[in-house]
C-alpha cells in the first residue's frame, strides 16, 4: 500500500535520512516540514528534491494554524515526528526554545492530528499512525556497567534537552490514553553518519582535524554512548511507523557502546590512513585531542537493550560501529562542499534567497 508519511524536521540529520529511504527505497508519499532552524539544511535533501512523490513545506510545528492547513491538504495516513530541538550544549545555554519546540511544538502537532483523525472515516482511521521519534537521554544514567536501558526504564532525564523530549513522549502517550489517537513512540541511542550537523561530536572531530584544529572531549572522554549509523536508524523507523503496534514503545540502539575517547581515536586512526597530509606539522591526528571541562550534568553511560525491535519487528542494524565509521568518514572527505556551506552559513543565506515554500512538488 502506499502510505502518505508527514515528516516533521525532515531538514535536519535523522528526517533527512529518512525522507532519502522513503523517496529510494519505498513507493510512499512525503511532506516535509521543517521550520529551517540553524539544524535544518535543504542542501542534505537535494538527491530527493525532484522526485513528484516529495513535497516541503517550510512551518513552524507551533504555528497550529499551519498544521491544521498541512494535515487538511496532505491528508496523511502516518505522521512520523522528528522535529525538535536536539543539541545538550544549546539546552544548557538557552532551555527556552527546547521546551516551546518539542514540549509545545509536539502538543500542537499532537492536537491537529487528533481533530484530522476525528474527521476521518473508520477505514482511514484504521490506518493512521503518530510515530513520536525520541531519545535514549529520556533515561538519565546508567549505573551498573551492565545495565541497559529497556522499554519500561523509568525516566530520568538530566539536560533541558532531555526533560524537554520526556515531556514530549508523556504528551504523546497521554494523548493515547485520553483521547484514543494511534500512536507508537520509538527512543534511540546515539546517531552518527552523513549529513551530520558539525557542532556533534563525530563530525566536529573530523572537520577540526582536517583544519588542524583542536579535537575537544570532554572531561576525561570515558562517557559510554551506544552509536547507532543513522540509516539503520531511519529503517527501523520506517518499520515502527507502517508495522509497529499501537501504544507501544520500541528502543532502537546499535550493540555498539563505545567511550568518547575510543571514538575519537578511531576516527583519528581513519584520517591518519585516508588523509594524504597532516596539518600544522602534527606527526598523527590523534595529536590534536584536547581534554576540556565537562559538560554540566553530562550523564555517564547510555546502552539500549534493542531486542523488542529485533523479536517483534525483525529489525538489526545493517552497520557495526567498524564499517558506519569508516563510511562516515570517507562521506566527510567526499563531501567537502555540503560541510563547507555549513561551516561558512551559507546553507542559510541561499535559502533566503531562494524559493522557500517548495521543494519538489508542490504542497
Ligand atoms: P536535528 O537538530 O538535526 O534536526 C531537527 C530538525 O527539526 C531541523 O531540520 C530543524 O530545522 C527542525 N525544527 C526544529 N524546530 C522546529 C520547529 N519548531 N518546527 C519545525 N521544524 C523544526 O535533529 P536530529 O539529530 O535529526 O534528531 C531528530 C529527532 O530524533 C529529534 O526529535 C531528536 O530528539 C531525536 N533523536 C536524535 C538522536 C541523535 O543522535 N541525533 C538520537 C535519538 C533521537
Redesign the pocket.
Known amino acids: 500500500m502506499r502510505y502518505r508519511i508527514l515528516v ?10 529518512v525522507i532519502r529511504y522513503l523517496t529510494n527505497e519505498t513507493d510512499h508519499e512525503v511532506l516535509n ?9 535543504l542542501e542534505s535533501l537535494l538527491e530527493v528534491s525532484a522526485n513528484p512523490r516529495y513535497t516541503f513545506i517550510q ?5 497550529a494554524e499551519a498544521m491544521k492547513q498541512a494535515f487538511g491538504e496532505f491528508k496523511p495516513t502516518h505522521v512520523m ?7 545538550v550544549d544549546r539546552s544548557i545555554d538557552g532551555p527556552l526554545e527546547f521546551v ?3 514540549v509545545m ?1 509536539t502538543t500542537v502537532l499532537l492536537e491537529a492530528a487528533r481533530a484530522y483523525y476525528a474527521s476521518l472515516s473508520e477505514d482511514a482511521q484504521e490506518v493512521f499512525r503518530f510515530h513520536h ?5 529520556v533515561y538519565g544514567d546508567l549505573e551498573g556497567p551492565e545495565d541497559l536501558f529497556t522499554e519500561t526504564t523509568p525516566y530520568a532525564p538530566s539536560s533541558p ?1 532531555s526533560a524537554s ?1 520526556a515531556a514530549s513522549d508523556h504528551m504523546v502517550r497521554a494523548w493515547y490514553r485520553t483521547f484514543g489517537l494511534p500512536v507508537v513512540i ?7 553518519g552523513p549529513y ?2 558539525p557542532e ?1 561530536l563525530i563530525p566536529l572531530v573530523i572537520l577540526n582535524a582536517l583544519e588542524g584544529k583542536p579535537l575537544p572531549i570532554y572531561g576525561k572522554g570515558d562517557q559510554v554512548r551506544d552509536w ?1 549509523y ?1 540509516e539503520d ?1 531511519a529503517r527501523a523507523l520506517v518499520k515502527v511507523a507502517t508495522e509497529g503496534v499501537l501504544g507501544e514503545t520500541y528502543n ?1 540502539g546499535g550493540h555498539n557502546e563505545k567511550q568518547n575517547i575510543d571514538v575519537v581515536k578511531k576516527i583519528c586512526s581513519l584520517l591518519d590512513e585516508l588523509v594524504g597530509y597532516k596539518p600544522n606539522s602534527i606527526e598523527k591526528f590523534e595529536d590534536l585531542i584536547t581534554f576540556v571541562t565537562d559538560r554540566p550534568g553530562h550523564d555517564q553511560r547510555y546502552a539500549i537493550d534493542a531486542t523488542k525491535m529485533s523479536n517483534e519487528l525483525n529489525w538489526q542494524p545493517q552497520e557495526t560501529f567498524e564499517s558506519g565509521i569508516r563510511k562516515t568518514v570517507e562521506w566527510y572527505l567526499a563531501n567537502q562542499g555540503w560541510c563547507q556551506n555549513v561551516q561558512d552559513g551559507s546553507y542559510q543565506r541561499e535559502r533566503l534567497g531562494g524559493s522557500q515554500d517548495s521543494q519538489g512538488g508542490e504542497a
Open positions: 516533521t524536521g525532515g531538514a535536519g540529520f535523522i528526517g533527512s535520512a516540514i521543517d521550520k529551517l532552524t540553524y539544524a535544518g539544511n512551518a513552524d510545528i507551533c504555528d515526528h522528528l522535529a525538535a530541538e536536539s543539541h516551546n519546540t518539542n511544538g521519534i525520541s531519545t535514549d537521554e534537552y523530549k520509538t527512543n534511540c541511542s546515539n546517531n552518527y551530520h550537523f556533534k547507532l543513522v536508524h532502537i
